[in-house]
Structure formats: C-alpha cells, structure tokens
Nanobody, 125 residues
Framework: QVQLVESGGGLVQAGDSLRLSCAASGRTFSRLHMGWFRQAPGKEREFVAVISWSGGSAYYADSVKGRFTISRDNTKNTVYLQMNSLKPEDTAVYYC??????????????????WGHGTQVTVSS
C-alpha cells in the first residue's frame, strides 16, 4: 500500500511560479511511475505529467510543456511539480498518483493505482 500526500498549492498571480510536492509512504516508491493530474471546477480530470520510476524519463501534456517540470527524489520518496509562467487556466486541484505497471507513458488516470487527496492551485489574472 502506498499513501500519497500533496502540498505546496496556493493562490498566485498569472506569471508566478509554484512547486508542488507529493510525499509517498511505503518502500516501493522507487519502483513506481509517478504522475500529476489536475481537475478544474466543472471539468474532467486531466493528465499533466508523469515521471518514470528512475526519474530518467518524463512526459507532459501539451498544455504544460515548457512551463512545468516533473522531478523526483527517490531518497526522500517525493515527487515534485515545478510550475512556471502560471496561467489562470492552470487553476485546479492537483493530484499526484502512482502507477505500479510498466506501461509508459501512462496518461489514463483510471489506470493509476494510488492517489493523493489533492492540493488547490489558484491562479488569478
């Protein structure tokens, strides 16, 4: 079992930066692909980014490519999402998720095995 806890959300202005963190419990973190998803009010949950278990590969949604960077520290059981040049349309609850499979890159949220409770990111214009 893996438990995930996100942090780092907040209220920022357009153009600002935020770094989200997701701390994982359990000894299997280094064998999990880790993803970030988001859900805006009234919208479906959408894929944001995923990083491979080793940290050697990452994949991004087109909407965040070039602005967001996913990274991980397996010694700290933590995955990060650095968000730069934030836009009002980035406003959402951001969730981290863990994928036990070897499928790469996995962008379907329903195929992830563990989820955090989310952290709110609000970007004002």
């Amino acid at each position: 079992q893996v438990q995930l806890v996100e942090s780092g959300g907040g209220l920022v202005q357009a153009g600002d930066s935020l770094r989200l963190s997701c701390a994982a419990s359990g000894r299997t973190f280094s064998r999990l692909h880790m993803g970030w998803f988001r859900q805006a009010p009234g919208k479906e949950r959408e894929f944001v980014a995923v990083i491979s278990w080793s940290g050697g590969s990452a994949y991004y949604a087109d909407s965040v490519k070039g602005r967001f960077t996913i990274s991980r520290d397996n010694t700290k059981n933590t995955v990060y999402l650095q968000m730069n040049s934030l836009k009002p349309e980035d406003t959402a609850v951001y969730y981290c998720a863990a994928d036990r499979s070897s499928s790469w890159p996995e962008v379907r949220g329903d195929l992830y095995d563990y989820w955090g409770h989310g952290t709110q990111v609000t970007v004002s214009s």
